[in-house]
Protein backbone atom coordinates (compact mmCIF):
# COMPACT_ATOMS: atom_id res chain seq x y z
CA UNK A 1 0.00 0.00 0.00
CA UNK A 2 1.52 3.36 -1.06
CA UNK A 3 2.02 5.68 1.46
CA UNK A 4 -0.38 9.07 1.07
CA UNK A 5 1.66 12.23 0.30
CA UNK A 6 2.67 14.42 2.82
CA UNK A 7 3.94 17.35 0.47
CA UNK A 8 2.36 20.68 0.98
CA UNK A 9 2.00 23.37 -1.29
CA UNK A 10 2.81 26.76 -0.63
CA UNK A 11 -0.84 28.26 -0.14
CA UNK A 12 -1.51 25.81 2.79
CA UNK A 13 1.69 26.37 4.54
CA UNK A 14 0.58 29.99 4.68
CA UNK A 15 -2.62 29.35 5.46
CA UNK A 16 -1.36 26.60 8.56
CA UNK A 17 1.40 29.17 9.49
CA UNK A 18 -1.08 32.01 9.96
CA UNK A 19 -3.56 29.30 12.00
CA UNK A 20 -1.04 28.16 14.01
CA UNK A 21 0.04 32.11 14.73
CA UNK A 22 -3.48 33.02 15.58
CA UNK A 23 -4.01 30.29 17.86
CA UNK A 24 -0.85 30.80 19.45
CA UNK A 25 -1.83 34.55 20.23
CA UNK A 26 -5.33 33.58 21.01
CA UNK A 27 -3.64 31.00 23.88
CA UNK A 28 -1.21 33.89 25.08
CA UNK A 29 -4.01 36.00 25.36
CA UNK A 30 -6.32 33.65 27.60
CA UNK A 31 -2.86 33.24 29.50
CA UNK A 32 -2.28 36.59 30.38
CA UNK A 33 -6.30 37.78 31.63
CA UNK A 34 -5.90 34.25 33.33
CA UNK A 35 -2.90 35.30 35.28
CA UNK A 36 -3.96 39.22 35.79
CA UNK A 37 -7.09 37.73 37.12
CA UNK A 38 -5.71 35.69 39.63
CA UNK A 39 -3.21 38.78 40.23
CA UNK A 40 -5.58 41.54 40.79
CA UNK A 41 -7.69 39.46 43.40
CA UNK A 42 -4.95 40.56 45.91
CA UNK A 43 -2.81 43.01 46.97
CA UNK A 44 0.72 43.52 48.97
CA UNK A 45 -0.23 44.68 52.46
CA UNK A 46 2.47 45.22 55.47
CA UNK A 47 1.65 43.73 58.70
CA UNK A 48 2.06 46.32 61.47
CA UNK A 49 2.62 43.76 64.14
CA UNK A 50 5.61 42.05 62.40
CA UNK A 51 7.00 44.89 60.54
CA UNK A 52 10.50 45.77 62.57
CA UNK A 53 10.94 49.08 60.29
CA UNK A 54 14.72 47.82 59.08
CA UNK A 55 14.19 50.53 56.24
CA UNK A 56 14.41 48.11 53.32
CA UNK A 57 10.89 49.32 52.80
CA UNK A 58 12.65 52.74 51.44
CA UNK A 59 15.63 50.96 49.53
CA UNK A 60 13.85 47.90 48.11
CA UNK A 61 10.71 48.57 46.14
CA UNK A 62 10.97 48.79 42.46
CA UNK A 63 9.65 52.37 42.29
CA UNK A 64 12.00 55.24 42.71
CA UNK A 65 10.22 56.46 45.45
CA UNK A 66 8.47 53.41 47.63
CA UNK A 67 4.84 52.95 47.49
CA UNK A 68 5.26 51.99 51.53
CA UNK A 69 4.27 55.28 53.46
CA UNK A 70 4.16 55.72 56.96
CA UNK A 71 0.11 55.83 57.98
CA UNK A 72 -1.38 57.23 61.34
CA UNK A 73 -3.81 55.46 62.78
CA UNK A 74 -5.51 59.19 64.67
CA UNK A 75 -8.18 56.66 67.01
CA UNK A 76 -4.76 55.31 68.28
CA UNK A 77 -2.57 58.72 68.89
CA UNK A 78 -2.03 60.60 71.91
CA UNK A 79 -1.70 63.46 70.28
CA UNK A 80 1.24 64.02 72.20
CA UNK A 81 3.40 67.26 73.19
CA UNK A 82 6.11 65.10 72.61
CA UNK A 83 5.39 62.67 70.03
CA UNK A 84 9.05 60.38 69.53
CA UNK A 85 7.55 59.70 66.25
CA UNK A 86 7.86 63.53 65.25
CA UNK A 87 11.09 64.62 67.58
CA UNK A 88 15.08 63.85 68.16
CA UNK A 89 15.38 61.98 71.05
CA UNK A 90 16.62 64.77 72.81
CA UNK A 91 15.28 67.86 70.77
CA UNK A 92 16.58 71.48 71.06
CA UNK A 93 13.05 72.70 71.66
CA UNK A 94 9.90 71.23 71.45
CA UNK A 95 8.63 73.47 68.49
CA UNK A 96 8.68 72.50 63.92
CA UNK A 97 12.57 73.85 63.88
CA UNK A 98 14.45 71.29 61.44
CA UNK A 99 16.86 70.74 64.48
CA UNK A 100 14.20 69.30 66.22
CA UNK A 101 12.34 66.75 63.62
CA UNK A 102 13.04 63.23 63.79
CA UNK A 103 12.13 62.61 59.87
CA UNK A 104 15.00 63.07 57.58
CA UNK A 105 12.41 64.35 54.64
CA UNK A 106 10.30 66.94 57.21
CA UNK A 107 7.61 64.03 55.86
CA UNK A 108 5.17 64.83 59.26
CA UNK A 109 3.27 68.13 60.08
CA UNK A 110 2.63 69.16 63.43
CA UNK A 111 -0.29 71.26 64.30
CA UNK A 112 -1.51 72.46 67.77
CA UNK A 113 -4.88 71.38 68.80
CA UNK A 114 -5.01 72.72 71.92
CA UNK A 115 -3.06 73.15 75.30
CA UNK A 116 -0.98 70.71 75.46
CA UNK A 117 -2.38 68.41 72.50
CA UNK A 118 -1.05 68.42 68.50
CA UNK A 119 -2.13 66.49 65.78
CA UNK A 120 0.46 64.86 63.53
CA UNK A 121 0.04 64.05 59.86
CA UNK A 122 1.96 62.56 57.58
CA UNK A 123 2.82 64.35 54.30
CA UNK A 124 2.73 61.36 51.74
CA UNK A 125 4.49 63.30 48.79
CA UNK A 126 7.97 64.05 51.42
CA UNK A 127 7.29 60.57 52.78
CA UNK A 128 10.13 57.64 51.38
CA UNK A 129 9.01 54.71 53.52
CA UNK A 130 11.96 54.38 56.12
CA UNK A 131 9.93 53.90 58.64
CA UNK A 132 12.35 55.71 61.31
CA UNK A 133 8.80 57.94 63.19
CA UNK A 134 7.31 54.61 63.07
CA UNK A 135 10.63 52.97 65.47
CA UNK A 136 10.10 55.99 67.76
CA UNK A 137 6.45 55.81 68.20
CA UNK A 138 6.71 52.33 68.91
CA UNK A 139 9.28 52.51 71.02
CA UNK A 140 7.62 54.98 73.38
CA UNK A 141 4.37 55.48 72.10
CA UNK A 142 0.95 54.04 71.51
CA UNK A 143 2.08 52.52 67.81
CA UNK A 144 0.07 55.14 65.86
CA UNK A 145 2.34 55.41 63.41
CA UNK A 146 3.21 52.34 61.37
CA UNK A 147 4.51 51.70 57.54
CA UNK A 148 1.94 50.51 54.74
CA UNK A 149 1.87 50.15 51.04
CA UNK A 150 -0.12 52.49 49.52
CA UNK A 151 -1.75 50.87 47.10
CA UNK A 152 -2.52 54.49 44.73
CA UNK A 153 1.46 53.79 44.11
CA UNK A 154 2.35 50.06 44.36
CA UNK A 155 2.42 48.45 40.96
CA UNK A 156 1.71 45.14 42.57
CA UNK A 157 4.20 43.48 41.52
CA UNK A 158 4.30 39.56 41.30
CA UNK A 159 7.36 38.95 42.96
CA UNK A 160 7.59 42.03 45.53
CA UNK A 161 11.13 42.66 45.72
CA UNK A 162 10.52 44.89 49.40
CA UNK A 163 8.71 41.18 50.58
CA UNK A 164 11.87 38.74 49.22
CA UNK A 165 13.96 41.13 51.26
CA UNK A 166 11.82 41.71 54.19
CA UNK A 167 13.99 40.16 57.22
CA UNK A 168 10.12 39.33 59.62
CA UNK A 169 8.26 38.50 57.15
CA UNK A 170 5.81 40.98 57.30
CA UNK A 171 4.50 41.13 53.57
CA UNK A 172 1.04 39.43 53.24
CA UNK A 173 -1.41 39.62 50.52
CA UNK A 174 -4.43 40.96 51.71
CA UNK A 175 -8.05 40.96 49.52
CA UNK A 176 -8.32 43.69 46.71
CA UNK A 177 -11.42 44.58 48.76
CA UNK A 178 -9.45 45.44 52.10
CA UNK A 179 -5.96 46.33 50.77
CA UNK A 180 -4.94 47.79 54.28
CA UNK A 181 -4.53 47.10 57.50
CA UNK A 182 -4.84 49.16 60.21
CA UNK A 183 -4.68 49.44 63.73
CA UNK A 184 -7.10 50.80 65.84
CA UNK A 185 -11.03 51.45 65.68
CA UNK A 186 -10.15 54.86 64.07
CA UNK A 187 -7.44 53.62 61.47
CA UNK A 188 -7.23 56.17 59.11
CA UNK A 189 -5.18 56.30 55.74
CA UNK A 190 -4.45 59.83 54.72
CA UNK B 1 -10.38 16.42 -13.40
CA UNK B 2 -10.01 14.62 -10.20
CA UNK B 3 -8.51 13.08 -7.78
CA UNK B 4 -8.21 11.08 -4.80
CA UNK B 5 -8.07 12.06 -1.10
CA UNK B 6 -5.18 10.60 0.32
CA UNK B 7 -7.27 9.49 3.05
CA UNK B 8 -10.29 7.65 2.46
CA UNK B 9 -10.28 7.70 -1.14
CA UNK B 10 -13.04 9.73 -1.51
CA UNK B 11 -13.04 11.92 -4.89
CA UNK B 12 -11.72 15.66 -4.80
CA UNK B 13 -12.48 18.04 -7.13
CA UNK B 14 -10.88 21.42 -7.90
CA UNK B 15 -14.46 22.53 -8.24
CA UNK B 16 -14.89 21.71 -4.51
CA UNK B 17 -12.23 22.65 -1.55
CA UNK B 18 -10.94 19.05 -0.36
CA UNK B 19 -12.50 17.84 2.50
CA UNK B 20 -10.36 16.51 5.16
CA UNK B 21 -10.45 13.17 6.43
CA UNK B 22 -10.91 12.07 9.97
CA UNK B 23 -7.53 11.41 10.57
CA UNK B 24 -6.19 14.54 9.24
CA UNK B 25 -8.66 16.54 11.06
CA UNK B 26 -7.61 14.84 14.40
CA UNK B 27 -4.13 15.61 13.72
CA UNK B 28 -4.91 19.00 13.15
CA UNK B 29 -6.59 19.81 15.82
CA UNK B 30 -4.27 17.63 18.12
CA UNK B 31 -1.62 20.79 16.39
CA UNK B 32 -4.09 23.45 16.99
CA UNK B 33 -4.65 22.54 20.55
CA UNK B 34 -0.90 21.89 21.25
CA UNK B 35 -0.21 25.14 20.35
CA UNK B 36 -3.19 27.16 21.61
CA UNK B 37 -1.91 25.31 24.96
CA UNK B 38 1.36 26.79 24.32
CA UNK B 39 0.63 30.08 23.63
CA UNK B 40 -1.47 29.47 27.05
CA UNK B 41 1.39 28.50 28.63
CA UNK B 42 3.63 31.22 27.63
CA UNK B 43 1.15 33.75 27.87
CA UNK B 44 0.40 32.54 31.99
CA UNK B 45 4.07 32.11 32.44
CA UNK B 46 5.09 35.82 30.88
CA UNK B 47 2.59 37.76 33.18
CA UNK B 48 3.13 35.34 36.48
CA UNK B 49 7.22 35.30 36.67
CA UNK B 50 8.17 38.38 34.65
CA UNK B 51 5.49 39.95 33.66
CA UNK B 52 4.71 43.77 34.98
CA UNK B 53 7.79 43.65 37.37
CA UNK B 54 9.74 46.38 36.12
CA UNK B 55 13.80 46.21 36.38
CA UNK B 56 15.65 46.91 39.57
CA UNK B 57 17.82 49.62 40.03
CA UNK B 58 20.42 48.81 42.68
CA UNK B 59 19.33 51.52 45.69
CA UNK B 60 21.92 52.57 48.25
CA UNK B 61 21.16 51.94 51.70
CA UNK B 62 20.14 54.43 53.53
CA UNK B 63 22.00 56.88 55.68
CA UNK B 64 22.67 57.32 59.38
CA UNK B 65 20.30 60.14 59.25
CA UNK B 66 17.51 57.37 58.32
CA UNK B 67 18.46 55.57 61.74
CA UNK B 68 16.35 55.64 65.04
CA UNK B 69 19.38 55.12 67.77
CA UNK B 70 19.17 55.55 71.25
CA UNK B 71 21.52 53.09 72.01
CA UNK B 72 23.56 55.91 73.51
CA UNK B 73 20.79 55.94 76.78
CA UNK B 74 20.17 52.65 76.96
CA UNK B 75 23.30 51.79 79.15
CA UNK B 76 23.75 53.13 82.57
CA UNK B 77 26.72 54.48 84.85
CA UNK B 78 27.16 51.66 87.51
CA UNK B 79 28.07 54.59 90.05
CA UNK B 80 24.63 55.50 89.92
CA UNK B 81 23.49 51.68 91.00
CA UNK B 82 22.04 51.77 94.36
CA UNK B 83 20.20 48.62 94.49
CA UNK B 84 20.91 44.61 93.72
CA UNK B 85 18.58 41.93 92.84
CA UNK B 86 18.31 40.06 95.80
CA UNK B 87 16.08 36.99 93.59
CA UNK B 88 13.48 36.92 90.64
CA UNK B 89 11.02 34.89 89.37
CA UNK B 90 7.86 34.89 86.88
CA UNK B 91 4.94 36.50 87.66
CA UNK B 92 2.63 33.89 86.38
CA UNK B 93 0.97 36.00 83.98
CA UNK B 94 0.75 36.67 80.45
CA UNK B 95 1.04 40.01 80.99
CA UNK B 96 1.89 42.00 84.17
CA UNK B 97 0.01 45.77 84.58
CA UNK B 98 0.25 46.27 88.46
CA UNK B 99 2.26 44.94 91.16
CA UNK B 100 1.46 45.78 94.81
CA UNK B 101 2.39 44.40 98.55
CA UNK B 102 0.37 43.53 101.13
CA UNK B 103 0.95 43.99 104.98
CA UNK B 104 1.96 40.95 105.32
CA UNK B 105 4.56 40.97 103.03
CA UNK B 106 2.85 38.91 99.93
CA UNK B 107 3.31 40.10 96.46
CA UNK B 108 0.46 40.76 94.61
CA UNK B 109 0.29 40.99 90.55
CA UNK B 110 -2.39 41.66 88.66
CA UNK B 111 -2.87 41.92 84.78
CA UNK B 112 -3.93 39.64 81.63
CA UNK B 113 -5.39 36.48 82.92
CA UNK B 114 -5.83 37.75 86.64
CA UNK B 115 -4.32 38.28 89.96
CA UNK B 116 -1.75 36.38 91.42
CA UNK B 117 -0.50 35.98 94.89
CA UNK B 118 3.07 35.42 95.50
CA UNK B 119 5.76 34.60 98.12
CA UNK B 120 8.66 36.33 98.74
CA UNK B 121 10.67 33.51 97.07
CA UNK B 122 8.08 33.33 94.28
CA UNK B 123 5.88 30.37 95.55
CA UNK B 124 2.55 30.92 94.00
CA UNK B 125 0.11 31.11 97.10
CA UNK B 126 -3.37 31.83 95.23
CA UNK B 127 -4.06 32.32 91.74
CA UNK B 128 -7.13 34.12 90.99
CA UNK B 129 -8.42 33.42 87.30
CA UNK B 130 -10.14 36.82 85.68
CA UNK B 131 -11.15 36.43 81.94
CA UNK B 132 -10.94 40.01 81.21
CA UNK B 133 -7.53 42.55 81.65
CA UNK B 134 -6.80 43.58 85.37
CA UNK B 135 -4.94 46.74 85.41
CA UNK B 136 -4.83 47.31 88.70
CA UNK B 137 -4.56 45.69 92.72
CA UNK B 138 -4.81 46.85 95.96
CA UNK B 139 -5.13 44.70 99.38
CA UNK B 140 -7.53 46.51 102.33
CA UNK B 141 -6.32 46.16 105.47
CA UNK B 142 -9.52 43.33 105.56
CA UNK B 143 -7.70 41.29 103.21
CA UNK B 144 -10.16 42.39 100.58
CA UNK B 145 -8.53 42.61 97.07
CA UNK B 146 -9.80 45.44 95.08
CA UNK B 147 -8.95 45.05 90.86
CA UNK B 148 -9.68 47.17 89.24
CA UNK B 149 -10.71 46.71 85.05
CA UNK B 150 -12.38 48.45 82.30
CA UNK B 151 -15.30 50.01 83.67
CA UNK B 152 -15.20 48.62 86.97
CA UNK B 153 -13.76 47.56 90.11
CA UNK B 154 -14.67 44.18 91.75
CA UNK B 155 -14.39 43.25 94.72
CA UNK B 156 -13.08 39.96 96.19
CA UNK B 157 -12.63 38.06 99.47
CA UNK B 158 -9.27 36.99 100.37
CA UNK B 159 -9.87 33.38 98.42
CA UNK B 160 -10.65 35.12 95.08
CA UNK B 161 -14.18 35.22 95.52
CA UNK B 162 -16.22 38.35 93.85
CA UNK B 163 -18.54 39.86 96.47
CA UNK B 164 -18.96 42.99 94.86
CA UNK B 165 -18.63 44.92 91.76
CA UNK B 166 -18.60 48.95 91.34
CA UNK B 167 -19.55 49.75 88.37
CA UNK B 168 -21.41 53.45 88.75
CA UNK B 169 -18.42 55.36 87.21
CA UNK B 170 -17.80 57.93 83.86
CA UNK B 171 -18.13 56.22 80.29
CA UNK B 172 -14.41 54.92 79.62
CA UNK B 173 -13.47 54.02 83.35
CA UNK B 174 -10.14 52.71 83.56
CA UNK B 175 -8.68 52.54 86.63
CA UNK B 176 -4.87 51.77 85.72
CA UNK B 177 -3.89 52.78 89.65
CA UNK B 178 -5.85 52.41 93.40
CA UNK B 179 -4.77 53.70 96.37
CA UNK B 180 -6.05 54.03 99.36
CA UNK B 181 -6.20 56.56 102.48
CA UNK B 182 -8.06 55.21 105.61
CA UNK B 183 -11.50 54.67 104.51
CA UNK B 184 -11.14 56.75 101.47
CA UNK B 185 -10.09 55.01 97.79
CA UNK B 186 -8.50 56.86 95.01
CA UNK B 187 -8.52 55.51 91.49
CA UNK B 188 -6.70 56.91 88.82
CA UNK B 189 -8.67 56.79 85.51
CA UNK B 190 -6.94 56.96 82.53
CA UNK B 191 -10.07 56.69 80.41
CA UNK B 192 -10.97 60.14 81.51
CA UNK B 193 -7.23 61.62 82.72
CA UNK B 194 -8.55 62.38 85.98
CA UNK B 195 -8.42 60.48 90.09
CA UNK B 196 -11.72 59.57 91.30
CA UNK B 197 -12.29 59.82 94.72
CA UNK B 198 -14.24 57.15 96.44
CA UNK B 199 -16.00 56.04 99.73
CA UNK B 200 -15.27 52.77 101.39
CA UNK B 201 -18.29 51.11 99.44
CA UNK B 202 -16.60 52.87 96.14
CA UNK B 203 -19.78 55.40 95.67
CA UNK B 204 -18.07 58.72 93.61
CA UNK B 205 -17.76 61.23 95.88
CA UNK B 206 -15.10 63.27 94.04
CA UNK B 207 -12.78 64.62 91.05
CA UNK B 208 -9.46 65.34 90.90
CA UNK B 209 -7.36 66.82 88.39
CA UNK B 210 -10.13 67.93 86.06
CA UNK B 211 -8.64 70.89 83.65
CA UNK B 212 -10.01 74.09 85.49
CA UNK B 213 -7.53 77.05 84.33
CA UNK B 214 -9.02 79.34 86.66
CA UNK B 215 -7.63 76.51 89.72
CA UNK B 216 -4.12 76.27 87.50
CA UNK B 217 -4.88 72.80 86.80
CA UNK B 218 -4.47 72.38 83.17
CA UNK B 219 -5.10 68.42 83.84
CA UNK B 220 -3.26 65.10 82.82
CA UNK B 221 -2.26 64.13 79.85
CA UNK B 222 -2.43 60.29 79.34
CA UNK B 223 -2.21 58.86 76.04
CA UNK B 224 -1.91 55.54 77.21
CA UNK B 225 -3.08 53.40 79.79
CA UNK B 226 -0.60 54.39 82.42
CA UNK B 227 -1.59 56.55 85.14
CA UNK B 228 -0.99 56.35 88.76
CA UNK B 229 -2.16 57.77 92.08
CA UNK B 230 -0.07 56.92 95.26
CA UNK B 231 -0.63 58.68 99.08
CA UNK B 232 2.76 60.34 100.48
CA UNK B 233 3.59 60.58 104.13
CA UNK B 234 3.02 64.67 103.56
CA UNK B 235 -0.63 64.47 103.08
CA UNK B 236 -0.59 65.08 99.91
CA UNK B 237 -1.40 62.86 96.98
CA UNK B 238 0.95 62.36 94.27
CA UNK B 239 -0.35 61.59 90.63
CA UNK B 240 2.04 61.07 87.70
CA UNK B 241 1.20 63.61 84.56
CA UNK B 242 2.51 61.50 82.23
CA UNK B 243 2.28 62.96 79.01
CA UNK B 244 4.16 66.38 81.15
CA UNK B 245 6.80 63.64 82.60
CA UNK B 246 6.09 65.42 85.93
CA UNK B 247 4.64 63.96 89.00
CA UNK B 248 2.39 66.38 90.91
CA UNK B 249 1.11 66.99 94.25
CA UNK B 250 -2.65 67.29 94.74
CA UNK B 251 -4.40 67.78 97.52
CA UNK B 252 -7.69 65.91 98.75
CA UNK B 253 -10.06 68.26 98.06
CA UNK B 254 -8.23 68.87 94.44
CA UNK B 255 -5.83 71.77 94.75
CA UNK B 256 -2.87 71.15 92.75
CA UNK B 257 0.03 72.20 95.47
CA UNK B 258 3.18 71.43 93.72
CA UNK B 259 5.03 68.66 91.12
CA UNK B 260 8.59 67.76 89.15
CA UNK B 261 10.00 65.91 86.42
CA UNK B 262 11.28 67.12 83.14
CA UNK B 263 11.51 65.92 80.11
CA UNK B 264 14.84 64.41 78.73
CA UNK B 265 15.97 61.03 77.39
CA UNK B 266 19.26 61.73 80.11
CA UNK B 267 18.82 59.57 83.31
CA UNK B 268 17.63 62.35 85.48
CA UNK B 269 14.42 62.98 83.03
CA UNK B 270 11.81 61.20 81.65
CA UNK B 271 11.13 60.92 78.24
CA UNK B 272 8.66 59.02 75.49
CA UNK B 273 5.33 59.79 75.54
CA UNK B 274 4.17 58.84 78.60
CA UNK B 275 6.45 58.50 81.69
CA UNK B 276 6.67 57.41 84.53
CA UNK B 277 4.42 54.83 84.14
CA UNK B 278 4.62 53.69 87.62
CA UNK B 279 5.91 55.12 90.94
CA UNK B 280 6.12 54.36 94.75
CA UNK B 281 6.81 56.20 97.80
CA UNK B 282 9.32 55.51 100.51
CA UNK B 283 8.09 56.65 104.01
CA UNK B 284 10.60 59.02 104.07
CA UNK B 285 8.76 60.75 100.96
CA UNK B 286 11.57 59.81 98.62
CA UNK B 287 10.25 58.02 95.33
CA UNK B 288 11.05 55.07 93.00
CA UNK B 289 10.36 55.80 89.40
CA UNK B 290 9.51 52.99 86.46
CA UNK B 291 9.75 54.60 82.88
CA UNK B 292 9.00 52.11 79.49
CA UNK B 293 10.46 52.66 76.46
CA UNK B 294 13.61 52.94 78.11
CA UNK B 295 12.98 50.35 80.84
CA UNK B 296 14.49 52.37 84.02
CA UNK B 297 14.00 51.86 87.92
CA UNK B 298 14.65 55.34 89.00
CA UNK B 299 15.40 56.85 92.83
CA UNK B 300 14.77 60.62 93.77
CA UNK B 301 14.13 62.72 96.72
CA UNK B 302 11.19 64.19 98.67
CA UNK B 303 11.90 67.57 95.99
CA UNK B 304 12.21 65.43 92.98
CA UNK B 305 15.55 65.57 92.60
CA UNK B 306 17.34 61.91 90.83
CA UNK B 307 19.33 60.34 93.42
CA UNK B 308 20.37 57.04 91.59
CA UNK B 309 18.97 53.92 89.83
CA UNK B 310 17.55 50.68 91.19
CA UNK B 311 17.88 49.25 87.88
CA UNK B 312 19.03 50.88 84.73
CA UNK B 313 18.09 49.86 81.20
CA UNK B 314 20.74 47.50 80.37
CA UNK B 315 18.68 45.21 83.44
CA UNK B 316 16.05 44.34 81.34
CA UNK B 317 18.04 42.91 78.25
CA UNK B 318 14.76 40.80 76.76
CA UNK B 319 12.80 44.25 77.42
CA UNK B 320 15.44 46.07 74.67
CA UNK B 321 15.65 43.43 72.40
CA UNK B 322 11.76 43.73 72.42
CA UNK B 323 12.10 47.70 72.10
CA UNK B 324 15.12 47.71 69.81
CA UNK B 325 13.09 45.65 67.28
CA UNK B 326 10.27 47.58 66.83
CA UNK B 327 7.57 44.76 67.94
CA UNK B 328 5.71 44.72 70.37
CA UNK B 329 4.82 48.51 70.52
CA UNK B 330 5.04 50.17 73.92
CA UNK B 331 1.29 49.30 74.84
CA UNK B 332 1.31 46.43 77.64
CA UNK B 333 5.06 46.84 77.94
CA UNK B 334 4.95 48.56 81.54
CA UNK B 335 7.80 48.64 84.10
CA UNK B 336 5.62 48.51 87.91
CA UNK B 337 7.20 49.23 91.27
CA UNK B 338 6.03 48.45 94.22
CA UNK B 339 7.77 48.83 98.09
CA UNK B 340 7.58 46.26 100.08
CA UNK B 341 6.95 46.52 104.24
CA UNK B 342 10.66 46.35 104.63
CA UNK B 343 11.27 48.70 102.68
CA UNK B 344 12.96 46.45 99.51
CA UNK B 345 11.65 47.52 95.86
CA UNK B 346 9.27 44.72 94.05
CA UNK B 347 9.50 45.47 90.60
CA UNK B 348 7.24 43.93 88.02
CA UNK B 349 8.24 43.81 84.18
CA UNK B 350 5.66 43.20 82.02
CA UNK B 351 7.76 42.24 79.01
CA UNK B 352 10.06 39.74 80.12
CA UNK B 353 7.08 38.63 82.72
CA UNK B 354 9.25 38.67 85.97
CA UNK B 355 8.92 39.98 89.31
CA UNK B 356 12.51 40.91 90.81
CA UNK B 357 12.78 41.80 94.50
CA UNK B 358 15.32 44.98 94.66
CA UNK B 359 17.58 45.31 98.09
CA UNK B 360 19.50 48.48 98.94
CA UNK B 361 22.87 48.04 98.51
CA UNK B 362 25.11 47.75 101.66
Redesign the interface.
Known sequence: MAEPSSSINRRELLKSTARALGLLGVGSGAGLLSAREKKSDTRWQINPDLCIQCGRCATECVLKVSAVKCTHSFGVCGYCKLCTGYFEPEPINLDEGAENQLCPTGAIKRTFIEDPYYEYNIINDLCVGCGKCVKGCNMFGNGSLYLQVHQDRCLNCNTCAIAIACPAQAFVRVPVGKPYLLRGKGGAHK | MSEKN??NNTPATLDSPPVPGRRTFLRAAA??GG??????????????????????TA?????D????D?SR?QKSDPALIRYEEVTRFPCGLERGRNITASADGSIWVAGTGGIRKLSNEGKLLLTIEIDEPVYSVVIRKTGEILAGMAGKISVLDGSGNETAIWSDYPDNFLPTSISLVGDRIFVADAGNRVVLKLDASGNKTGIIGERDLARNI?GF????PYFCVRMAPDGLLRVTNP???RIEAYTFEGDLEAGWGK????VEGF?????PVSFDIFPDGSFVTCE???PRVKLYDPEGNFTGLVAGPDAFPEYLKA?????????GSGIYAAIDPTGRVLVLDAVGGTVRIMKPKD
Not at chain 2, 263 to 266: L, T
Not at chain 2, 323 to 331: I, K, Q, R, V, W
Open positions: SDWGILGLGGLAGYAAKRFSGGQPARTPPLGEFTYVFAMVPSGEHSSFACGCCNKGLANAGTPHSL
